[in-house]
């Protein structure tokens, strides 16, 4: 990853004014990422625009993907026959033979474009997230960070439980609207060119994001070590969170 650097700073003097419900300006634009093809679309001028995202890996980039999966040098084989000496050469193949022959990335890209995602600019660097809105009214807003090494995937699983409880015996009441966005440098967030993009920037970005979309009132969460994020946000005490 770029300088993400996923420790607590050591103080701030920054500030965050009220939250107000803000109306985003500028055009909406469809940005979708094809890898291994055409260029990307330049991005819509307006920091604060937030455009809608697809992914869509190209044949030819997915086929060379796996030709340099086959391609592997592999070690010679461990001296021991448990994993005192690391992973398992056997263990690696057969991964790596999973990757080759049998992993359909298109059904899983089928199933994250099927999710609403967005790009929006913010302090120079695009923040990809997934934004799902509940069914129930009065749904409690709640941004999530995923942890290292990690992405957004790892969150995809909790999408309908918490946005629909009912539908999987739950209440209607403890609904939620879910914000999850791509930490800086990881998955389809852009990488920062600069220093300095430690915890409690990233702290700031997300409270912006909330902003931009409209909360005025939401809760924060985050696992392994996306959790620093919301504990920070907890302590700057932005509005509305």
Known sequence: MSDTTRTPPEGSDTT????????????????????GAAAVPEPSAG???????????????????????????WPSKELVDDATQGVQLATLQK????????YDWRRFEARLNAIPQFVTSIDGVDIHFIHVRSPHPGALPLIMTHGWPG?????????????????YGGRAEDALDLVLPSLPGYGFSGEPTELGW?????????AELMRRLGYTRYVAQGGEVGALDPD??????????
């Not at 107000?20 to 990422?33: C, R, S």
């Not at 920070?232 to 969170?241: D, I, K, Q, S, V």
């Open 16 to 35: 965050f004014a009220p939250e107000p419900t803000i109306k985003i300006p500028g055009e909406v634009v469809k940005q979708t990422i094809v890898i």
């Open 47 to 73: 920091s604060a625009v937030i455009r809608p995202f697809e992914f869509r890996a190209s044949d030819e980039a997915l086929a060379d993907l796996k030709r340099r999966i086959v391609a592997t040098r």
């Open 95 to 102: 991964l790596a033979d999973y990757w080759a022959t049998q």
């Open 151 to 167: 992405s957004v995937v790892e969150l995809l699983d909790s999408i309908g439980p918490l946005t629909d409880p009912p539908a």
């Open 198 to 206: 430690n915890v409690g920037r990233v702290a700031q970005a997300w």
């Open 232 to 241: 920070e946000m907890g302590r700057r005490a932005p509005g509305g969170l």
